[in-house]
């Protein structure tokens, strides 16, 4: 069992940046890959990023491509989304997932989520 606590959403301005934080506890962090999805309203749930158990592995949503990079410190027990150049069609809510098996950009795949965090890209 593992639980995942987001953090790190807001409102930022077009072309700005943020950071989103994913806290995981309960079992070692580093027996799951981990992935970052999305959902906009009236949208289904989307693929963003996921990175495998020892971060040696990325794979990015074609749309997020250049602009977001995943990372993972098993130590501290993290995983990051560094958006940049953000767009008004990144709104969106934001969720952490982990599963225990390799990386997929498959959201039915994924046996662990957290609670979302909203992230808005508004002038």
């Known amino acids: 069992q593992v639980q995942l606590v987001e953090s790190g959403g807001g409102l930022v301005q077009p072309g700005g940046s943020l950071r989103l934080s994913c806290a995981t506890s309960?079992?070692?962090?580093?027996?799951?890959?981990m992935g970052w999805f999305r959902q906009a309203p009236g949208k289904e749930r989307e693929f963003v990023a996921a990175i495998s158990r020892r971060g040696a592995a990325t794979l990015y949503g074609d749309s997020v491509k250049g602009r977001f990079a995943i990372s993972r410190d098993n130590v501290k027990n993290m995983v990051y989304l560094q958006m940049n150049s953000l767009k008004p069609e990144d709104t969106a809510v934001y969720y952490c997932a982990a599963r225990l098996s390799g990386v997929s950009i498959t959201s039915t795949a994924y046996d662990y989520w957290g609670q979302g965090t909203q992230v808005t890209v508004s002038s």
């Open positions: 309960g079992r070692t962090q580093g027996s799951y890959a």
